[in-house]
């Protein structure tokens, strides 16, 4: 691993969505990288604090010009999946370490790939991104030059699984997430229009959602080879996702045995916490924790897995500044620090 610049200059891409926008605030208060511009496809010309006054981050939006916004030491690219990997890949001839915040990076296999998204827009570049889930790639992460931000839902589906599926014990899992409105990003839909959404909690994306394929891959690597039934449901609130697992296991477990794997796997990694009871969204509002619980149900015979993120934060621009960290020798707590 080459030695890192005292200052890395980080380029923030698409900063004018939510994830970008909360990203280039990230960036902007690290006190070891500095932001070295904000684009925008939709929004040049405006200050970043015009669209979002809450962030305070005075840069202007510009158009994305990469002979020129490329001589930076790295990139987050906030961008639309498919529209993603061209604009990775110019960064890349350029020597730029990206981390990509689309799915155009995750899936490995190109026919999965092919099913969910389309034709890949940089083939070329096509699985040779590291996946971002620092918790689980953390010995990989420093030497990567281009990582794949994980999915809001995998994120937290794969640190509530993660102990189960490597102790071999998944048979079969019922995924169940909530999430809010931000998750759908910024362009307003008739979906998410605030008539629609307003006192009411409506599955989407039934048998079909594009983050399934994304949990079985990654649940493979972990030891468990099963087809995740994935089912999100959207609340009426701007941001948080709750994560239900529902596990049929392969054998019986004890709340004692429970508690010990996953109390020792919160203790090795600083943003996951362990709760006494079911956490909720508003428990990790605006950081970088994956809050916890798991239950043994001697009735079923099933294990019950809470997982509580903010979708914006470690669902998206908090675990690109972790990886960011991690690529280039910082701890990775640095400037998303938990307490």
Known sequence: MASAPATPSVLVAGASGYTGALAARLVGRHPRFELSAVTSRSDAGRALSELYPHHRVDAVLEELDIERHGDVDA??????????????AALREHGVRVVDLSADFRLRDRDTYAHWY????????????????????????????????????????????????????????????KSG???????????????????NVVAYGVAGHRHAPEVDQELAVLGANVTATVQPHLLPIDQGE????????????EQAELDAVYEAWAAAHPFLEMCAAPPGVRDVRDTNICALHARADPRTGKVLVFSAIDNLWKGAASQAIQN????????????????
């Open 75 to 88: 990139a987050i690219v906030a961008y639309p999946h498919g529209a993603s990997a061209p604009v990775v």
């Open 118 to 177: 389309g034709e890949h827009g940089a083939p070329d570049l096509f699985g040779c991104a590291i996946y971002g889930l620092s918790e689980l790639y953390v010995e990989m992460l420093p030497d990567a030059d281009l990582v794949a931000n994980p999915g809001c839902f995998p994120i937290a589906t794969l640190l509530a699984l993660a102990p189960l599926a490597r102790a071999g014990a998944i048979a079969d899992v019922v995924v169940d997430v």
């Open 181 to 199: 409105v931000s998750g759908a990003g910024r362009a307003a839909t008739a979906r998410t229009h605030f008539v629609t959404v307003d006192e």
């Open 242 to 253: 709750l994560v239900s697992c529902y596990v049929t296991t392969t054998r019986a477990w």
């Open 324 to 339: 960011l960290n991690l690529m280039f020798g910082y701890a990775e707590t640095l400037g998303i620090e938990p307490r």
